[in-house]
């Protein structure tokens, strides 16, 4: 719980398009912390936008771990949001030990964790985004840039249901995708059926005729200002995630189709132009300085939380965080068809302190009602801090990976880099719900075959190249892939061929060799047909048969270069 | 504006790149180096032919547009667009589509007259492995004019 020590008083942000000031409120020692203080905002201007993304389908309080490493390499290095830790909260002048390392970084994170408590919860956003509402009920915008149907037990049983209904009880203006795109065409569009607000994905076509599949762009009009909201979904949604589920839809940057639909917004009147956009923080700001016309992109999928806007020319961007740990809140003065002043803050949702919406609280109960029993589940205890979030193994990565080569007799595992997952603390029960958190997908089965050393490291060298090439629009998203049983040495700056070397087969300490076959587990491959009990059960019989586990940090990935 | 000699060994950056994919090959796989050569000997010659001792500028006329990572290497869409008045004075008369590492480089040749009012064609190709695809218009002028991009083939997966 709270201490004395380091709360939150806000000291308000300042922005303007000058870029002047840090808008990320102080944390003053000996003030307590209130919801109040998390919400408070000197309003600005005529439009409000709030911004939620990539909350991947947690409905209740949970512990978020910011990454410790995110290389980034070509005109992004050493840029935001390619600097963590004790960096991060030097460049923003944060206060370590406090709420905003808690918030912001992996500093002390399982100390701080234990003194601020959860982060998160649908409810408490709830609570947050009506307050907003109720000061600024005719300016305000709440805009959700997607991932939110996938990544808990109970929308995985629901197939993505339980999350519509709360994002229509939530009011949500629009949204754009990626992970719901998993569930498959069909399930997709049954739940458009039930969505209440539009779906933006202007970058959505049809294989036949690369035709639109979904409508591009929404129209609002807020505090007089007209503005267009233009989606942007994932743009390698069918390569970083089966094809199989969605065969007749072609994604892709579109580039120019972002630049016309912005040229038109404008020609018929819109002031304000936003990009609701899924492509990830490098591919937005390499985009903002090549399409001409976007006042505000509200960038996601690459899960980056940043206390400020970035800007490239006159375009802001904003990161929202992951996993409902913040809601952006970003007032806009549009004046004469242009924004002519903006003030920014990350509010962090600080669960113990958001008093919950009792609407909103009494839907998550009755959504989660029926799975109570399984999601409560007790499979055993962990001794270390479990996350998964940053470049390489994360140490509930090297769990999945320990539990696929004991489970799947296997002497090498593969676990995908995803950057969802909730953490968990030294101590803490893991569930059946926990277990979910970092695992549910609708291609679920964990696979065992055979690879060759040579294939391995084509495996490496293309995820790596999907994660470090030095041009944003060759990137796919993601981390690196998750190895168990298996040591290397990536240089991230280096070509595709040469960032993978020193491959080391950890059983005996041998090179790996390029003719010889492993007995590789792995789970979330993207082909169709793939055989093998669903990842979660595998998790599940090797937790319950250690009863109680530890991970020790892996040292068998080893970073150059950087 | 770049020009890109077509006699000599002046394609300098695809040149470099396709070096570097070639040592990658010889690190993974340890018999493919061959074919790569002949393919990419092949890609040239065919835009040699094409241009016949004239040379193609990367004059920003020709717009050639391509999935920045293919979502099936089997089918990859592509859409040529040539800045042309398409008028009997001044118009399109061919655009050359090679993929210079694919086993036969040639994917298409599009034919235009001034009728045609505008030098656009879109097609589908299947492309073996991440390579550069490159446009060449010839022009009524007698002048040739190219772009180039590149298009990554990947196994996918990881992401998100």
Request: hydrophobic share 40%; with cysteine.
């Amino acid at each position: 719980m709270l201490s004395r020590r380091d709360f939150l008083q806000v000291a308000l942000a300042t922005g303007a398009l000058s870029g002047a000031g840090n808008a990320w409120p102080s944390f003053a020692a000996g003030t307590m912390l209130t919801e109040a203080e998390l919400l408070a905002f000197e309003p600005l201007g005529n439009v409000t936008l709030l911004h939620i993304t990539d909350i991947h389908a947690q409905l209740v309080p949970l512990y978020f771990r910011e990454p410790s490493i995110n290389v980034g390499v070509g005109e992004s290095k050493g840029l935001p949001p390619h600097i963590t830790g004790k960096a991060f909260l030097a460049k923003y002048g944060l206060e370590a030990g406090g709420a905003q390392a808690y918030a912001l970084s992996d500093q002390g994170f399982s100390t701080l964790a234990r003194e601020y408590g959860r982060v998160g919860g649908v409810d408490r956003l709830a609570t947050m985004i009506k307050a907003v509402r109720a000061e600024r009920p005719d300016n305000t915008l709440f805009l959700d840039g997607g991932d939110t149907w996938q990544g808990s037990y109970t929308s995985y049983q629901t197939q993505g249901e339980d999350m519509v209904r709360v994002m229509n009880a939530l009011g949500t203006d629009a949204m754009t995708a990626h992970w719901e795109f998993t569930y498959g065409t069909e399930r997709v569009t049954e739940l458009l059926e039930q969505l209440a607000f539009p779906f933006l994905a202007n970058n959505v076509r049809d294989t036949d005729w690369e035709e639109p599949v979904f409508d591009g762009i929404a129209t609002f009009e807020r505090g007089g200002t007209k503005i267009a909201v233009i989606g942007q979904a994932f743009p390698y949604t069918p390569v970083a995630n089966p094809r199989y589920k969605i065969p007749t839809w072609s994604f892709g940057i579109r580039e120019e189709a972002v630049q016309a639909q912005v040229d038109k917004a404008r020609a018929e009147g819109a002031e304000l132009v936003v990009l609701l956009s899924h492509n990830g923080f490098d591919v937005d700001r390499k985009l903002a300085g090549r399409v001409q016309g976007i006042d505000v992109i509200l960038t996601g999928h690459t899960h980056d939380a940043l206390p400020d806007a970035v800007t490239v020319g006159k375009t802001l961007l904003i990161a929202s965080g992951s996993h409902g740990k913040f809601l952006s809140r970003l007032d806009l003065d549009v004046r004469d068809g242009a924004v002519k002043g903006y003030r920014y803050k990350l509010m962090p949702v600080f669960s113990d302190i958001v008093t919950p919406d009792p609407e909103i609280a009494a839907l998550v109960e009755e959504v989660r009602a029926p799975h109570k029993a399984e999601l409560n589940r007790v499979l055993g205890k962990t001794e270390s801090l479990l996350y998964r979030r940053g470049n390489f193994n994360g140490t509930f990565d090297d769990l999945i990976c320990q539990a696929l080569l004991e489970e799947r007799d296997a002497e090498i595992a593969l676990s995908p880099g995803f950057r969802w997952g909730a953490s968990l603390l030294p101590g803490q029960d893991i569930t059946v719900e926990d277990v979910h958190n970092v695992t549910s997908i609708t291609y679920p089965a964990a696979y065992r075959s055979e690879m060759t050393g040579a294939f391995l490291k084509t495996v490496l060298e293309d995820v790596a190249d999907n994660l470090f090439n030095p041009d944003p629009y060759y990137q796919q998203g993601g981390d690196m892939v998750r190895v168990g049983g298996l040591g290397y040495t990536i240089d991230p700056g280096e070509e595709i061929g040469k960032r993978i070397s020193n491959m080391t087969f950890l059983a005996t300490g041998a090179p790996i060799e390029a003719e010889k076959n492993y007995t590789v587990a792995g789970w979330a491959s993207v082909n169709e047909g793939t055989e093998g009990p669903p990842i979660w059960d595998v998790v599940e019989g090797y937790i319950t048969n250690h009863t109680t586990v530890s991970v020790t940090p892996n040292d068998a990935v080893k970073v150059v270069g950087v | 504006m770049k020009a890109l000699g077509l006699k000599g060994k002046t394609m300098e950056d695809m040149t470099r790149r396709d070096a570097l994919a070639f040592a990658a090959g010889l690190v993974a796989i340890t018999v493919l180096p061959l074919p790569v050569l002949a393919a990419e000997e092949t890609a040239m010659d065919e835009i040699n032919k094409f241009v016949g001792g004239g040379e193609a500028a990367e004059s920003g006329r020709v717009t050639l547009e391509t999935p920045e990572i293919a979502e099936n290497g089997n089918t990859v869409p592509l859409t040529v667009m040539v800045d042309s008045p398409m008028t009997a004075d001044d118009y399109v008369k061919r655009v050359l589509i090679v993929a210079d590492a694919n086993p036969r480089p040639g994917v298409a040749t599009f034919h235009f007259s001034p009728k045609s009012g505008v030098a656009e064609a879109s097609t589908r190709m299947r492309l073996a492995r991440t390579q550069n695809v490159i446009a060449v218009a010839e022009l009524s002028d007698g002048s040739f004019h190219m772009a180039k991009s590149m298009v990554k083939v990947t196994i996918g997966g990881c992401g998100g």
